[in-house]
C-alpha cells in the first residue's frame, strides 16, 4: 500500500509563531527553536518540546535507533532516579568526584538522578553475564539525563535535562573491544551524516582517561561551540585543544602548521573505559578455562537535543532555521493563499495522496506576508503555495527554504523534485 | 513489500531468565517480569526495562498513541524539572498539598520533579492561546513521573518513577469539553480492550474534585488491586469504595443489591478539571465579543508501566507470565531442539520470512526442559518447536501458551493459525 502523508493543518496545530523571545535568551538555537514553537523555555537549561520540535527529536531518534540496532546493540531504558550504592563503590558518588549531581531525598536516604549510567547498567549485569559466551554485546538506551550544569546559557547545546542515547559495550578482550569501538565510529559518522551535519563534523582525539591515550569526541565546527579545537582537513581529523601538546601533535603524526583552529560543538563522544567499571563493581565473566575476568566496556554517547542546537546554529539566516532535510519537522511547507476553493484543496490532498508530509498553512485569518515569513521562521525545507493564479493551471509552486528561485509544477512532479533536487545548505 | 519478522536470537540477547528473585520483591508483576528478564529492580518502586520489557512497553505505548493520534490529541514531552513558581500559585508546591514530591537543588532554588503536568502545560499554553478561534484542542505526552510513595511494595503497580500517559483537554465551554470527555472515555475504552485487559475493566465512578460531581477511573478487577470498587455487572459500571455511599449509588441509579464488591486496579484516569488549574495561571481566552474567559480543562492519565504490571497479575499460572497477544514482546517464541542442521535454520528462515517476529531459542549448550520452562516463563502466546522429528516432515510444532494441545503444521501456516485461533484467556 503506498504511503499516504501527513497533513497538518496550522489551524488546528496549538503552537503559534512567537514574535518576541525573553531577553535572557541569548543562544541564536534557543531563539529561533523558541519563536518557531518547536520548544518552550521551563528554566534556564530545561526545555518542553512541543509538536514540531518532537516530530524533529523524533526523527534524530529514528536515525540514530536505526544505527544503533546495525550495530547489534540492544535497547533497553535505565532509570532516572539512583541508587548511590555502585556509585559510591565507584567513587563518583561525592559532589567533588561529579560536581553537576542532581540528589533528592526518598524516604531516608539520598537518591541521585542520573547523569549518565555506567554504574546501574555495570551493577545490573551482574545479574544477567556470568560466562564468556554471554559475550560480547552491547546496549543501548534513549533515556532522560539530569546535569546541574552551573552555566546553561547555551539553550539546547548544554541543557540541565536532556535526552541522551548512550551505548555501552561489553568485551573480553582488548581487541574485542577495539573492533566493536571502530565499528561504532563508523555508526557515528553515519548518523551525522544522515541528519545532516556530518560536513562540519570532525572526530576529534580528546582527553582519555586512564584506560587509553584518547577518546574520541566527534566535534561540529561552529561559532556557538564552547570547545576548541585543531583541524587538520585533509585527514578529517582534528585535536581537542586541552590535550594538543606538541608530544601528541608528533603522536598523531600531525604538524602545527597544517592545523586551524576553529570553535566546535561536542556532539558526540566514545570512550575506552576498561575496566574503569567492571572491577569495582565486579562485573566479571568465567574465561574457557573457569578464570574471571573482568568485562572490557566502552561507551558512546549522542544528545539528540544537542544536535538539534547544532543543526540550528549551522543552518539559520536572519528569517529563520533552514532545517537539513532528514530531521526537518515535515517535508513541506504548504501554504494556501487567496481562499479555501475546492480546487485548492483538491490539490492539496493529492499532495497527501503522494505520500508527503507536510505543515499545511490553511488559516483564513492570515495574510501571504505573514505566511511567508512563518514558513521560513520554522524552515522546512519546501514550500509549496496554492493560490488562484497556481490552480488556473492546476499547478502548485514549488521553492526551496534556502532559494529564491520557485517554479510551477504538476502535482505529480513534486515528490520527484523533491527527491532528485537535493538540498545542499 | 511484504514484512520480514524480526527474529530476536536468545543467545544473542543479553538478558537471562533468572532462578531467583531477591526476597522482598513481593508481588507477582515483579516477581515474574524480574525472573523473566523484563525488568530490574533498581531499588523499591523503580525498575528499568531489559530489551524484553522495554519492547512490551512500546506496544502498549504504539496502542495508546494511536487512540490519542485519533482522538486529533497533539504530542508533546514537558519536562521533569519543575519551576516552582506555577505550582505555588495553584497551591501544590508544597509538602503538605502533595506528599509524594520530590525535590532538589538547583544553583540556589530548590525545583520539583514533576508527579503531574497540569501547572507546567497551563502555564506554557498562555504563549500560544489567546482567542477562542484557538480553541478546542487536546495535548499529550508519554512522559517520566517521580512520585515519593511511601509505599512501594507493588511491583510495577505503584513505582517511584514510571513512564505516564497524559492528556490534557482545553475548551471553551462546559458543554465542549464534555464532548470531548465522553470521546475520550470511548478511547480509553478501546486501549483497555486492545491491550488484553477490557474484560477486566470497569469504568468506576470516583471522587470528582471541586468541578465535577464525579471524576472515572478505569478499574481492573484483580486480587492485587489496592482499591475496593462495587460493580454493577449488567451496565458494566462501579463506583469506588470512596465515595459509595446510599446517596450517590441512588444518585447513579446503582441498587446496593445489585452490587458486587471487588478489589481492583486503577489502571486509568479521567478527570474534568474545570478552570482549577486556568484561573491561578491565567490561562484566558478572548470569546467572540473580546471578554476574556477561563480556558475549561480535562485531565486523562494511564500508566503504561502499570497496564503492564495489571496484565502480568491478570495473567499467569505457576510456570510463568501469559502475555495478551497485541502487548506480547514477540508473536512467537522459536525453539530448535536436537541440533543446528541445515534443514531446521531453513525452517526458521521460512517463519521470519512469513513476516512472524519471534524470539528464537538457538542455544546449544540448554537442555528441552530448560528452554521449554524458559517459553512458559517468558510467556509468548505461541510456542514453536522445530525438532528432528517435525524437520523430517518439513513442518513445525504449534501450541498456545495457554493450552497443552500441540499440532504439526507447515510453515506457510503459521500466520493463519496464529491470526485465526484467537488467544483466549
Request: net charge negative.
Amino acid at each position: 500500500m503506498p504511503y499516504t502523508g501527513c497533513m497538518q493543518r496550522m489551524s488546528q496545530l496549538f503552537t503559534r509563531t512567537l514574535k518576541e523571545v525573553s531577553a535572557d535568551e541569548v543562544a541564536a538555537n534557543a531563539r529561533l527553536l523558541v519563536r518557531g514553537g518547536f520548544v518552550h523555555k521551563v528554566m534556564a537549561g530545561v526545555y518542553a518540546y512541543l509538536p514540531l520540535g518532537l516530530r524533529v527529536l523524533k526523527k534524530i531518534e529514528g536515525i540514530i535507533r536505526e544505527e544503533m540496532n546495525a550495530l547489534g546493540a540492544q535497547e533497553l531504558l535505565l532509570t532516572a532516579l539512583q541508587d548511590p550504592a555502585p556509585w559510591k563503590k565507584t567513587g563518583r558518588w561525592s559532589d567533588e568526584a561529579i560536581d553537576i549531581w542532581f540528589k533528592t531525598q526518598s524516604g531516608d536516604v539520598v537518591v541521585g538522578l542520573a547523569n549518565t549510567h555506567e554504574e546501574p547498567l555495570t551493577r545490573m549485569l551482574t545479574h544477567h553475564i556470568a560466562s564468556y559466551k554471554d559475550l560480547p554485546f552491547s546496549a543501548y538506551q534513549f533515556q532522560t539525563k539530569f546535569r546541574n550544569e552551573p552555566r546553561a546559557k547555551s539553550g539546547l547545546l548544554r541543557a540541565r535535562e536532556f535526552m541522551m542515547k548512550d551505548l555501552y559495550s561489553f568485551s573480553r578482550t582488548a581487541q574485542e573491544h577495539e573492533a566493536f569501538y571502530e565499528k561504532a565510529k563508523d555508526a557515528y559518522r553515519t548518523i551525522f551524516d544522515r541528519v545532516g551535519i556530518g560536513e562540519s563534523t570532525y572526530i576529534t582525539y580528546a582527553s582519555g582517561g586512564t584506560f587509553s591515550a584518547f577518546s574520541h569526541e566527534f566535534q561540529t565546527v561552529c561559532e556557538a561551540g564552547e570547545d576548541i579545537i585543531y583541524i587538520e582537513e585533509e585527514r578529517r581529523v582534528a585535536v581537542n585543544k586541552e590535550v594538543a601538546s606538541d608530544d601528541v601533535l608528533r603522536e598523531l603524526g600531525l604538524k602545527r602548521e597544517n592545523l586551524r583552529e576553529a570553535k566546535a560543538i561536542e556532539v558526540g563522544n566514545i570512550f575506552s573505559l576498561g575496566t574503569r567499571f567492571s572491577e569495582p563493581l565486579e562485573l566479571l565473566y568465567a574465561d574457557e578455562k573457569g578464570d574471571k575476568r573482568p568485562v572490557i566496556m566502552g561507551s558512546y554517547g549522542i544528545g539528540p537535543g544537542r544536535v538539534i542546537g547544532t543543526a540550528v546554529e549551522l543552518r539559520h539566516d536572519e528569517r529563520g532555521i533552514r532545517w537539513p532535510a532528514a530531521i526537518a519537522p515535515y517535508d513541506a511547507h504548504v501554504i494556501m493563499l487567496d481562499s479555501k476553493e475546492r480546487e485548492a484543496e483538491d490539490l492539496i490532498a493529492r499532495l497527501e495522496q503522494e505520500g508527503i508530509d507536510a505543515l499545511y498553512d490553511d488559516r483564513l485569518e492570515k495574510q501571504a506576508g505573514e505566511k511567508f515569513a512563518d514558513a521560513d521562521l520554522i524552515g522546512i525545507p519546501w514550500r509549496i503555495v496554492v493560490s488562484k493564479r497556481t490552480v488556473e493551471k492546476g499547478m502548485v509552486e514549488i521553492k526551496q527554504r534556502i532559494s529564491k528561485d520557485s517554479s510551477l509544477i504538476e502535482v505529480q512532479n513534486v515528490k520527484i523534485k523533491m527527491q532528485n533536487d537535493n538540498i545542499k545548505f
